[in-house]
């Protein structure tokens, strides 16, 4: 089946670090959603991308959609403690959304 | 997640016993969409519902689950005869149309958990 595969599974940083994450495709994807799920909640859409090169920014959040329509990133600028949760990108096809498995955020004391 | 509600938020069931969630969409969504979380991975898609008419069940398992969206009231999901593989979160999301560019607003989800 379709899979989207998100690096890094975990990330361990500190308070004002920036972070970044990636996510590829074996298939095209005609746009990319960015997700944050907090404990015992439901995903939130962060950033929608719906064009090729698109560059998008949400506050500290910028994502950008690859040229090959197969990849994306998430950039977190100068991060704060509710940052942590887990990030998901993910694509709609047909009438679905296909998720990835996360991106785990931590942020140390 | 204001607008998509989900009841109950937390579901314990004994083996054999039979679970129903319930999925209220935003006001003004008629499109409704469930999928299942199991710990540490993403969301994976069962099943599309339209007001009385299930549009895409490809991802549901064909035995002892079945989904539904009346013309009144809310979404159910039922799970019959549960098993322990059935425990995760169960997700419920809504939109306004089915289009790619219209985006699915999820509820906080049901954790079922089998005993």
């Known amino acids: 089946g379709q899979q989207l595969n998100q690096s890094p599974q975990s990330m361990f940083i500190q308070e004002g670090e920036d972070v970044s994450m990636n996510c590829t495709s074996s298939s095209i994807f005609n746009t990319w959603l960015w997700y944050k799920q907090d404990p015992g909640e439901g995903p939130v859409l962060l950033i929608a991308?719906?064009?090729?090169?698109e560059l998008t920014s949400n506050g500290r959040l910028t994502a950008q959609f690859g040229i090959t329509r197969k990849d994306s990133f998430l950039n977190i600028s100068a991060s704060i403690p509710s940052d942590v949760g887990i990030y998901f990108c993910?694509?709609?096809?047909?009438?679905?959304?296909?998720f990835g498995k996360g991106t785990r955020l931590h942020i140390l004391p | 997640n204001a607008g998509v509600m989900q009841n109950p938020r937390h579901l314990v069931r004994r083996r054999g016993q039979e679970a129903r969630l319930r999925c209220s969409p935003m006001k003004g969504h008629s499109h409704v969409y469930w999928y299942r979380q199991l710990p540490e991975e993403g969301l994976k898609f069962m099943v599309y519902l339209q007001k009385e008419n299930i549009i895409d069940e490809s991802g549901m398992p064909k035995e002892r689950f079945s989904a539904e969206f009346p013309k009144e009231g809310p979404s159910i999901l039922r799970i019959q005869q549960v098993v322990r593989g059935d425990s995760a979160a169960y997700f419920c999301?809504?939109?306004?149309?089915?289009?790619?560019?219209?985006?699915?607003?999820f509820g906080d989800g049901t954790r079922l958990s089998i005993l």
């Open positions: 999301a809504s939109s306004v149309t089915a289009s790619s560019n219209q985006p699915q607003h």
């Open positions: 993910a694509g709609p096809r047909d009438d679905k959304i296909i």
């Open positions: 991308l719906y064009k090729a090169g």
